[in-house]
């Protein structure tokens, strides 16, 4: 597939795909030159404790400075969907989906914080900053 100036486009397989399940990737488009920044936020990530078993509830903030491509939002919430019966800390949850996002986008860097609600009074906030693939 081509854009309209003749370069290559990634195939993108969930968008506009009846997907009714989470997914383990994050598919990406070619970014529009004037677009400098992209930030995706959500309070509605569940995950579970690594310890417990435990439900946990984070709300993520997705930063990043796109280079050749951005992130799609609906591979993104079936992405973050696939943590919600999975067992893991905040500070991991925060680096896995920074990591895919490098992976997936390629961008000249991202930050993502996730900010885990409170649990026996006790609010936790981890940040992963990534600079873009070498």
Do not use: N
């Not at 400098?36 to 690594?50: G, Q, Y």
């Not at 500070?91 to 885990?116: C, K, N």
Request: hydrophobic content about 35%; some cysteine.
């Amino acid at each position: 597939m081509s854009d309209a100036s003749g370069a290559q486009v990634p195939e993108l397989t969930v968008l506009g795909s009846e997907i009714r399940s989470p997914i383990e990737h994050v598919e990406s488009f070619p970014a529009p030159p004037e677009c400098t920044r992209v930030r995706f936020s959500t309070d509605e990530v569940s995950s579970l404790c690594p310890v417990t078993g435990q439900p946990d509830i984070s709300s993520v903030v997705i930063d990043y400075e796109p280079h050749e491509h951005c992130v799609e939002s609906k591979s993104l919430k079936l992405y973050l969907w696939s943590f919600r019966d999975r067992a893991i800390f905040a500070e991991a949850l925060a680096g896995e989906i920074a990591t895919e996002i490098r992976r997936s986008a390629r961008p000249r860097s991202v930050r993502v914080v996730v900010t885990q609600h409170a649990r026996g009074g006790i609010v936790t906030e981890a940040t992963a900053e990534l600079p873009g693939p070498a």
